[in-house]
């Protein structure tokens, strides 16, 4: 019993790891622009795609394929903002959630077209680390969760000590001080949402090793991603870190002592009982 | 009689003492102006007296009644208005619906209707009711000052809080719109007036009371805060350009 | 009032009471499914206006009242026995009094955070009734056949569940009409262009907008429970799909916010659309794709929808294009 609930907790854990880097993306580009993007779940599925299409197309190592995902994430990012987001981003806030929420519809529309909804698989074992017979995990999700972090630290260097990064903090702190010393901040605003997608695309890379999926399947992942990004604080990615494996450890937790069909409800419910207490988040928002 | 009376008002927003024991009394009928420098907390008592934001101690008693930290829709209820210093128009509805809502709103729980013929007749006074069916967001400022006036006064406050209504009208507006006022004061409003325009202010007030860094450094007539020591340091700078003040 | 006599007041509400009784006379059973359809996105349209048209709140959330109204009303039908009426009535009002409970607490949020809020209210109700054994679960519940059988057998029970939506669009219709010539309505949009503003001048913003949210959520749960015994059965899949509200959304965006008559054009044009992409053999497979452009040209280009557009362009028609 308390076997299981280790493994239990520890597979929901890792898999926290991911969800909090799917839910990133999201809480960047809500703290440098304010806006909330409804695309991001199609941007996920996106990832998974491009993951699947290296692999099974080109035979690439699922893990080296995350370079040009990651790559397609940045593109697709600049160019919904190009063509979205950028024209409402001071309009009131209704605009740009309709604006992204359109593009949400053309990629899955477009997406279904092309690859339907039936359900796509990475075939990737690589076996399982084991500890005794009641700890085992899986290295795909260790991996995962690995690449997870690893990728944050990326982006606080990439934040902290890098040119583009810092402009994209002063564009986020304030928009107009920032135009005034020289910052271009519609390439900035660019940027920031081109690398929030990216980090969407490589969640969706990530989740592809170990989950199968289809065009639709980044809709749930955005929904977590909302609730990680208040739980953790729009605006802070380290909090979206948190956030997921709160999120992942609930996941973990729950089954082991209700059904597992009640983990939605204590997701959301918890999700408007944050909203309503602290919506700046547990750890405060920006 | 004693209209409003501020006991104590003190307010702190974290570590910043933005107001301190801030005492004074208005009687009803009289023009009160309110004066200091930027920063002084002149814009935060006026929030702590419409109830934007409840003291951290100190009463507000307006006719008799303690309406500290009270919300503003129940302050406005009560008969006290404001025209704020940034105008905030209600942009996509007309220049009468606006005034409309200040009156339906406001003291008199009007109808329709009947906020629509306040509406009119309070334009007329400030000279808005040529543009009664324009959007309020395509007026120019002085005109969405204008009209700042005409909400609080269509909802007939027994005070009227006014925010640097002054500031951005040249000379000729600024006469007119002392007049304005003066003829609101004639028809029974009491008014407490933030003002950095200090001719205009030191001629229209019957009394002054100066706030410097949320404390209140003076109060009386124009002619005995102009000569006070603590305000001419804190504020008016220069005792001679004040004597020129006084007499332009 | 003089207000009703204005031609924009009567004007939505003539159309409505027109197209049904062309319906009702013509008999013909596709006009009718048509129609039902039809309506329901008219009702559901109006009902999101009465809340993000006057007050500017936007809610991705109204099909949350269409579900759990429904279902309650579905409930009350299929396993209690009660007469459509009533059972839709006291969906309705399950509806109505959910939001007067949760409005409190949700509307003290603003802008996204109060979106989000509502995407959230309405997972957690899909995932609860998944879960309430009472509602069936996750297989939801269903109808035996014999229940149309009071109704004057099934062909005449959707005539009666065609009536009954008419009547009831035609409520909302008016409901939207009364709120947008009222005093409350002038308060609600003064709360729209400045809520701290109107609050400074007196409109008890809080009170209103909960009433608001709860005349806003009564009309979908009657909605709801009229669709679901028209088919029989209801699902939490079915229930609360998040794609439903946001389809209200665009139709409210598409015909114009704020405006009565606005609603009804952009449901009959996003249905239109919706129905031409879907028979069409091109676009058959694209139809979300291409629902999501317009959309997207909509928000950039005309985002006061149609009858916004109008009422810019044509002031002299304002009195019309209510």
Redesign the interface.
């Known amino acids: 019993m308390f076997g299981q609930l280790l493994a239990s907790l520890t597979d929901g854990l890792l898999l926290g790891f991911v969800y909090g880097l799917a839910a990133m993306g999201l809480s960047l580009i809500w703290g440098v622009m304010?806006v909330?993007n409804l695309a991001h779940g199609p941007v996920i599925a996106m990832g998974m795609f491009g993951s699947y299409f290296l692999f099974i197309q080109a035979g690439v190592n699922p893990y080296l394929a995350l370079l040009p995902v990651a790559s397609l994430g940045l593109v697709a990012g600049f160019l919904i903002y190009g063509?979205?987001v950028h024209?409402?981003i001071d309009?009131?806030?209704?605009?740009s959630?309709?604006?992204t929420?359109?593009?949400?519809?053309?990629?899955?529309?477009?997406g279904?077209?092309a690859f339907t909804t039936s359900p796509h698989n990475i075939d990737y074992p690589l076996g399982a680390l084991r500890a005794g017979d009641w700890f085992s995990v899986s290295y795909t999700r260790l991996i995962a969760a690995v690449a997870a972090v690893a990728i944050t630290a990326g982006l606080y260097l990439f934040l902290y000590f890098t040119r583009p990064g810092k402009a994209i903090r002063a564009v986020a702190n304030n928009r107009m001080a920032a135009e005034l010393m020289g910052i271009p901040s519609a390439y900035i605003l660019a940027l920031s949402f081109g690398i929030g997608t990216m980090l969407a695309a490589l969640a969706g890379g990530l989740i592809a090793t170990f989950f199968p999926f289809t065009i639709l399947s980044g809709g749930p992942y955005e929904?977590k991603s909302?609730?990680i990004c208040?739980l953790g604080g729009l605006g802070n990615p380290l909090g979206a870190l948190v956030g997921g494996l709160l999120l992942g450890g609930l996941e973990g937790i729950i089954p082991t002592i209700m059904?597992v069909?009640?983990?939605?409800?204590v997701?959301?419910?918890l999700?408007?009982l944050v909203?309503?207490v602290r919506?700046t988040g547990l750890f405060g928002a920006k | 009689m004693t209209l409003l009376e501020c006991n104590g008002i003190t307010k702190r927003f974290g570590g910043l003492q933005a107001l301190s024991e801030v005492t004074f009394t208005i009687t009803a009928g009289e023009i009160l102006g309110l004066i200091g420098p930027n920063g002084a907390g002149k814009t935060t008592l006026f929030n702590v007296v419409?109830g934007?934001f409840p003291p951290t101690q100190g009463q507000v008693i307006f006719r008799g009644e303690d309406i500290t930290g009270l919300?503003?829709?129940e302050v406005?209820?009560r008969g006290i208005?404001?025209a704020?210093q940034v105008v905030?128009?209600?942009?996509?509805?007309t220049v009468t619906?606006n005034v409309?809502?200040?009156a339906?709103?406001?003291r008199e729980t009007?109808?329709?209707?009947g906020?629509a013929s306040v509406a009119g007749e309070v334009l007329a006074l400030v000279g808005l009711e040529h543009r009664a069916d324009q959007l309020a967001g395509s007026l120019n400022v002085a005109q969405k000052k204008r009209l700042e006036m005409a909400?609080a006064l269509a909802?007939k406050p027994y005070l009227i809080l006014l925010d640097e209504v002054l500031a951005g009208l040249n000379p000729t507006e600024i006469d007119a719109m002392l007049e304005t006022i003066r003829s609101i004061c004639r028809q029974g409003a009491t008014i407490l007036m933030i003002e950095h325009v200090m001719q205009a202010v030191m001629s229209v007030s019957d009394r002054l009371i100066v706030l410097d860094y949320g404390v209140l450094i003076a109060e009386g007539t124009p002619a005995e805060v102009v000569n006070n020591q603590q305000v001419i340091e804190a504020y008016l700078g220069d005792p001679k350009m004040t004597e020129r003040l006084m007499a332009g | 009032?003089r207000?009703w006599l204005r031609p924009g007041v009567w004007i939505p509400v003539a159309i409505v009471l027109i197209w049904g009784l062309a319906v009702l006379v013509l008999g013909q059973d596709t006009y009718r499914e048509t129609t039902f359809t039809l309506l329901m996105f008219v009702g559901m349209a109006s009902s999101l206006n009465i809340l993000l048209g006057y007050t500017?709140y936007?809610s991705?959330g109204h099909i949350v009242f269409f579900g759990l109204g429904g279902y309650m009303g579905f409930y009350l039908i299929s396993q209690q026995g009660w007469p459509l009426y009533v059972a839709a009535l006291a969906g309705g009002a399950l509806s109505g009094v959910l939001a007067g409970l949760l409005g409190s607490?949700?509307l003290?949020?603003r802008?996204?955070?109060f979106?989000?809020?509502t995407?959230?209210?309405n997972?957690?109700a899909?995932?609860?009734v998944?879960?309430f054994g009472p509602f069936g679960g996750?297989t939801g519940l269903n109808l035996t056949f014999a229940t149309y059988n009071a109704y004057g057998g099934a062909t005449q029970a959707l005539w009666i569940t065609f009536i009954c939506l008419w009547v009831v669009t035609l409520a909302v219709l008016i409901a939207s009409l009364a709120v947008r010539?009222?005093?409350f309505g002038?308060?609600l949009?003064?709360i729209?262009?400045?809520e701290?503003?109107?609050?400074?001048?007196?409109?008890?913003?809080p009170q209103a907008k909960t009433l608001t949210f709860m005349i806003s959520a009564f009309f979908p749960g009657v909605i709801g429970t009229l669709y679901f015994f028209k088919n029989g059965n209801v699902e939490p899949g079915d229930a609360f799909q998040l794609h439903m509200s946001?389809e209200a959304?665009?139709m409210v965006?598409l015909g114009g916010q704020g405006t009565v008559l606005g609603p009804i054009l952009g449901a009959v044009t996003y249905q239109g659309l919706r129905g031409y992409l879907l028979t069409s053999p091109i676009f058959k497979?694209?139809?979300?794709?291409?629902?999501?452009?317009?959309?997207?040209l909509i928000?950039?280009f005309v985002?006061a929808g149609a009858v916004g557009w109008l009422r810019a362009r044509l002031p002299k028609w304002r009195k019309v294009l209510e």
């Not at chain 1, 929420?101 to 477009?110: C, K, T």
């Not at chain 1, 069909?261 to 409800?265: F, L, R, T, Y």
């Open positions: 304010t909330i063509t979205a024209w409402v309009a009131p806030h209704l605009s959630l309709l604006a929420f359109a593009v949400n519809m053309i990629i899955i529309g477009l279904t077209a929904l909302f609730v208040v059904p069909s009640w983990v939605p409800v997701e959301f419910g999700f408007v909203l309503l919506p | 419409n934007v919300p503003p829709y406005a209820r208005a404001r704020y905030r128009p209600l942009n996509d509805l619906e409309m809502v200040g339906c709103f406001g009007l109808s329709l209707s906020a909400r909802a | 009032m207000a500017g936007v991705f607490a949700v003290r949020l802008g996204a955070y979106a989000l809020a995407i959230g209210i997972e957690a899909r995932a609860f998944s879960n996750a010539h009222s005093r002038l308060g949009m003064a729209r262009e400045d701290d503003a109107a609050m400074v001048m007196g409109v008890k913003a946001i959304l665009v965006m497979s694209l139809h979300l794709a291409v629902s999501g452009l317009f959309l997207l928000v950039l985002p």
